[in-house]
């Protein structure tokens, strides 16, 4: 009964990174739908107004669940690795730890540069009244296209962090298996 917990928590745990970085893939496409429009400038000829629009709910939501994505896609990697007993056991290298590398590369960078995407394009959706703007009492509207891109920066590391994680807990899982029934002769 033992043996079947570990893999129903790397289950658990992948359903959980994949279900998150979904949802933030879609709170991403449902920001870009509501963004504000052009048409909806207001411009006095000194001054500008922009209302505020759902587009920064849906990106804040994208933030968190990417967020936790990676928290929890992280602590899935810390376990596979913390719990492996390493005595006796080769320490592989090259080829595997290369990808393992590629991906945690891939990862963290597309998760700083979608948080830095998401949170600025977030912020911008925010009601910008007059004199005041976005920044420096001006306004500014979120391009076409922003949401969308960090919507696929999610997905690229959301998707890495869940390979990381996989890679992490099953090598984990192959070595307690062999503990547990060392090949014969």
Same mark, same amino acid.
């Given at each position: 009964m033992?043996?079947?917990?570990?893999?129903?928590?790397?289950?658990?745990l992948?359903?959980?990174?994949?279900?998150?970085g979904v949802?933030a893939?879609? !709170?991403?496409i449902a920001?870009?739908?509501?963004?504000?429009?052009l048409?909806?400038?207001?411009?006095?000829g000194?001054?500008?107004?922009l209302?505020?629009?759902?587009?920064?709910?849906y990106?804040?939501a994208?933030?968190?669940?990417l967020?936790?994505a990676?928290?929890?896609?992280?602590?899935? $990697?810390?376990?596979?690795?913390c719990?492996?007993d390493?005595?006796?056991v080769?320490r592989?290298k090259?080829?595997r730890?290369?990808?393992k590398?590629?991906?945690?590369?891939?990862?963290w960078?597309?998760?700083?540069v979608?948080?830095v995407?998401?949170g +600025?394009? +977030? !912020?911008? !959706?925010?009601?910008?009244?007059y004199r005041?703007?976005w920044l420096?009492?001006e306004?500014?509207?979120v391009?076409d296209g922003?949401?969308v891109?960090s919507?696929?920066?999610?997905? $690229? +590391?959301s998707?890495?962090?869940?390979c990381?994680?996989v890679m992490?807990m099953?090598?984990?899982? $192959?070595e307690q298996d062999?503990?547990l029934?060392?090949? +014969?002769?």
């Amino acid at each position: 009964m033992g043996n079947r917990r570990p893999g129903l928590a790397a289950l658990l745990l992948s359903l959980a990174i994949v279900s998150l970085g979904v949802a933030a893939a879609l !709170s991403s496409i449902a920001a870009e739908i509501k963004k504000t429009k052009l048409r909806q400038l207001k411009w006095d000829g000194k001054l500008c107004y922009l209302p505020g629009s759902d587009a920064f709910k849906y990106g804040v939501a994208a933030l968190a669940c990417l967020s936790v994505a990676q928290v929890v896609g992280y602590a899935a $990697i810390c376990a596979g690795f913390c719990s492996r007993d390493r005595k006796g056991v080769e320490r592989r290298k090259g080829k595997r730890l290369t990808i393992k590398a590629a991906l945690f590369v891939v990862s963290w960078t597309s998760f700083g540069v979608a948080t830095v995407v998401l949170g +600025a394009a +977030a !912020s911008m !959706s925010r009601d910008q009244p007059y004199r005041r703007g976005w920044l420096n009492g001006e306004c500014y509207l979120v391009r076409d296209g922003v949401f969308v891109a960090s919507a696929v920066l999610v997905a $690229i +590391a959301s998707g890495s962090t869940l390979c990381l994680a996989v890679m992490s807990m099953k090598k984990g899982r $192959i070595e307690q298996d062999l503990k547990l029934h060392p090949q +014969a002769g």
